[in-house]
């Protein structure tokens, strides 16, 4: 039987590749960014929204939706796309990003890992068999293997954590039933060459439909991530997709595209969206609280065509932010958002005309260093 | 010059009445709902939404304006229309609720109101002719007159407060300037008689635009509050629209409209939206926090054609609620708005068929007291 997902190249520019990726909920075309839905939910965002922006894929967590409301009530409820009405495809982590950096205590095994969770402390374990049946409850069309994410700076754990990361990827492929999901497998090995090398040589061996490339923008250089992605990107097969987990700012999609991968997420549109921030194209940030912006009757981005920036001033979005109004984290999210999911799309089209380097010279994207980039994918 | 504001009536059933009420900001189909949008928002709602939802005429709160962002800075960002994107016709209180109800300290005098801000305690004075110019400057279609708001039980009070209000009105007439805005005088009397009727009769001599019945819903019977509407509706002209404020349950939509009422504002459905809550048409409430929706596959109200309905479970939003998303917020405020601005013109369609307690009789809406309920003019 032929898969139900079919990865087909539309073309390069540079080593940067536009992709069509077939899903039981639709075609994806890549490169993509893709907003995250922690708790089955993109905060603050109706999904009638999330499509109007342009969103296509949108992530869930595993960890999160596992404690609440639980795996098997999603399954009952008609599993996660019926569930929070979100037609389009949805990617749903192991949970071992989660486990590693939001429960309270962990206890890592050979054969999986102990912890308690981060809401009322009880005690729980994810083995790779068990976060494949709690995906499979969840119903994504993308689902991940079991991974730990380790200090990237920390050779010794990293040296000890592949091992473990590599067998629970062999034990989450072989415990995969359904066949309409597609098993992404996680690149580990910090910011270490060898060991980045050897996972994805590794990982590559055992035929996923996917790869994922894990443990990164989580406390290390720029440079380094840019130089983790570069021995990755030389490794991993050329015909399968590839997911740069939890990264999403202006700047690291052109460098994370450069280098070809075709997927990206993060919480940082939204989570800025929430702290008055927003981004420009340029990938300069506003902090729209600033008094500088009492009377600004401009929308945040000239040019951006999403619904804030075609209504709304950045005088009337500061007034929400001093009224504490729950509409700001609203209106900001959807730019925020907008910006990213467009700037892809932008990006895709300039990979299809193979005028990537130009596009990106005419942006102008800036890199700005902000600590709230830091773990943002811990909503 | 020939009034920008016609209102014309179309019909009535018992003394319920249809009406089209003109405005530079379109016409009015009445009865309406009117959704809240205290500080220039509608809370958690976008206009998108609020449009898609079938309201028409929006209210904001000249107190809540005044304070933040400032009415000399909405004037200047063009307007309340403008600055909070509502292109539908607007109405503002005069903010005298508010500071008799809300505001820190209060000194009322023969010729207005000390008062200190519930923000940051600094002093204030309103005075007719500042809350016209306040009101100017924000730009609705419909403003209020100055009006003091007594508890509704103490007649020593309601006497001496009836004075204010009346010679207020009056100023109010000669201070108004802008030809653009319909002026409502207000009819005080707490659950008086002879009060209501003397207050009835004074500002329907004054030759106001409309007629708004203020004091009521704050603390006293639905019996009296009843009694009082039937009093004012005896008195008030006919030619002109009715404005019962602050009130807006399924059951005081129906008493009103039974009696003569055009125009109704709540911050119910939305602070109700806020706290879990949700109206059937029937008037029922259900708080979907309750362990008893986990499973619920069917929306919220059978029937209801709201985003929320035709798309989500009440599993779904009682996991939002669970896991503290916003989205919940959104969600059930859009809910419970669409359940009392359709059934608003439904409560029309019926009376212009002549078919007013006909309709509803099905209906079978109840009365069910909450805590909730008080002061539901303050959000």
Redesign the interface.
Known sequence: MASLFQFVLEGYSGRARAGLFSTPHGVLETPLFAPVGT???V???????LDELGASLVLANTY?LYL??GDE?VA???GLHK???WTQPILTDSGGFQVFSLAARREVDAEGVNFRSHLDGSSHRFTPEKVMRIQENLGADMIMVLDECAEPLDRAYNEQALLRTHAWAKLCLEAKKRSDQALFGIVQGGIFRDLREQSAEFIASLGFDGHAIGGLSVGESKEDMYAMLDVVDAILPEDKPRYLMGVGTPEDLVEGIRRGVDLFDCVLPTRLGRNNAVFLRSGERLNLKNAEF??D?HPIDEGCAC?TCR???R??L???I??K???A???LSIHNLHTLVQLAQDLRSAILRNEFEAFVGELGVRRLPNALEQNARIE
Chains 1, 2 share one sequence.
């Open positions: 708790q089955a939910t905060k603050a965002i109706t999904p009638a929204q999160h609440r409301p009530l009952e409820m008609g569930f929070m009405q009492a009377k009757q619904y209504y709304f001033s005088a009337y500061r007034h929400l001093q009224a109004e729950m509409l984290a609203t209106l």
